[in-house]
């Protein structure tokens, strides 16, 4: 399809490239910013209708400029570009028009890493490999109450997006809890009662579902749980963890410093620690956790025909917890014939696809908190961080304004696969999917067609009822 060439002429157009009519750079005339953007267009023959849109470097000057014929575009930049305020460069980028415009400027950075996967290396056999994800699955699935999560085909929007078939593992219905946490921290109690019996204390820090997880997993276990969750969390889901017998400490800061009182009381108190991310000198827990995330994996090996086997993954970032573990279950059982891994974060979050740009673990500050609150982390957890750097290929970031359409979409049914009831973190890996979808650059890069079979992972049902109610009422 010749269209797809249109990736070659994503640009970065030099404002200051006239000077003779810009010996002040108080901004570039938008004759000229017309004139560079036709100059990189003109060659190129569209053959389906798309629009475009400018982002400058400073991310608060952004205009979109709509096409609905496919011709070229004259784009020029409102008042916030001049002057002081003048930006150093533009990007250009190319969209399909589709049912979905609304998703169509939501994706923030976008970070592609070269990789060749061959066999599960050696090297991270320690942390996971097929024995551990045999023994986690046989007793995962010996627990009472524990079936297959579900998975729903959305035929609707793959059509809508030129896409071959794409699959949503839905873990909202996982063991009541709603989300896929319930596989990993009751799983690591598990375990840590094994050696040191059910007279014991365990503690984790957490955004909602992975003290779920615990509370509910040490509750079964007979053992008590302490819990400490930032500023951010719901009433709701604290009163969630409360349910089944948890302590609950609130501080005032944010997820990463919850981390850190959390491991802080453990030591302190002698408590076992079982949180779900990792740092040096602390790992066995946090490997178990995500030993236990990979039943996800083997449950889709099971459920999928060869036919839908898929060539993608997109799935939520947050510490990398849930992508490392995708990425190693598929990584182990395929080899070299595993999906392409696409991690999604919040553009509030982005540590992992800052750490992928800079080709190591990078702390990122949390300024704002994101409505994806089981993602909004500024730290990557080292396990995680060890399997998605050799095994996952993008690395993505969404807009906030992008989580309520998705969770409306999903409940609609108009994806396809029925009514589907998503919360706010479930739907980072669908806005990414549209928006990348329809920008015909970034459809390219990550090899989107019509032959592609996208698994989205639907992290988490409503766990915060309220929430979830007005985001449906169409509050954003």
């Not at 309520?404 to 994806?415: D, F, I, K, M």
């Not at 919360?423 to 459809?443: H, Q, T």
Request: charged share 20%; proline share 6%; glycine share 10%.
């Amino acid at each position: 399809m010749q269209s797809i060439r249109l990736y070659h002429f994503q640009q970065r157009l030099d404002p200051y490239s006239s000077a003779q009519s810009m010996p002040d750079k108080q901004g570039l005339p938008p004759a000229d910013n017309a004139r560079n953007i036709a100059t990189v267009l003109q060659c190129v023959k569209l053959e389906f209708p798309v629009y475009f849109s400018a982002f400058c470097n400073r991310p608060q000057v952004r205009q979109v400029s709509p096409n609905p014929v496919g011709m070229t575009v004259l784009m020029c930049m409102n008042g916030e570009a001049s002057g002081a305020n003048a930006p150093s460069h533009y990007t250009v980028r190319i969209h399909m028009l589709s049912r979905f415009p609304e998703f169509s400027t939501l994706l923030g950075d976008a970070v592609h890493c070269e990789r060749t996967p061959g066999p599960w290396p050696d090297s991270l056999m320690p942390l996971i490999s097929a024995e551990s994800i045999d023994a986690a699955r046989h007793e995962i699935s010996s627990w009472p109450g524990y079936e297959p999560t579900p998975i729903h085909s959305l035929d609707k929007l793959a059509s809508d997006l030129r896409i071959g078939n794409i699959s949503y593992k839905d873990e909202a219905p996982r063991f009541g809890l709603g989300a896929f946490k319930a596989l990993g921290g009751a799983y690591a109690i598990k375990q840590v009662c094994k050696h040191h019996g059910t007279d014991i204390t365990v503690t984790s820090a957490t955004a909602g579902n992975h003290g779920r997880s615990l509370a509910w997993g040490a509750k079964n276990a007979g053992c008590k749980c302490r819990i400490v969750i930032h500023a951010g969390v719901s009433n709701e889901r604290k009163q969630a963890m409360e349910a089944f017998g948890a302590t609950v400490d609130r501080i005032d800061g944010n997820y990463d410093q919850s981390v850190e009182i959390a491991a802080r009381d453990a030591e302190l108190n002698g408590w076992h620690l079982i949180s779900d991310t990792s740092w040096p000198g602390y790992t066995e827990p946090c490997r178990q956790i995500m030993t236990g995330y990979t039943l996800i994996v083997e449950e889709i090996i099971d459920q999928l025909t060869p036919d839908d086997f898929p060539t993608h993954v997109f799935v939520q970032g947050g510490v990398g917890g849930l992508a490392g573990a995708i990425c190693a279950g598929f990584w182990i059982r395929f080899g070299e014939k595993m999906p392409r891994t696409v991690v999604v974060e919040p553009a509030l979050a982005p540590c992992l696809t800052e750490s992928a740009r800079a080709g190591e673990p990078v702390e990122v500050n949390i300024r704002e908190e994101t409505s994806m609150s089981g993602l909004s982390c500024g730290k990557v957890s080292m396990i995680a961080w060890y399997i998605l750097s050799r095994g996952a290929s993008d690395f993505l970031t969404v807009a906030e304004s992008g989580v309520a359409p998705a969770v409306r979409l999903l409940a609609s049914g108009n994806a396809g696969g029925g009514s589907i009831v998503a919360g706010e973190s479930a739907v980072a890996g669908l806005i990414a999917l549209i928006a990348s979808a329809e920008e015909v650059n970034l459809r390219h890069t990550l090899g989107l067609d019509e032959t592609s079979r996208i698994l989205l992972i639907g992290s988490e049902g409503a766990t915060d009822a309220a929430a979830y109610a007005r985001i449906i009422a169409g509050g954003d």
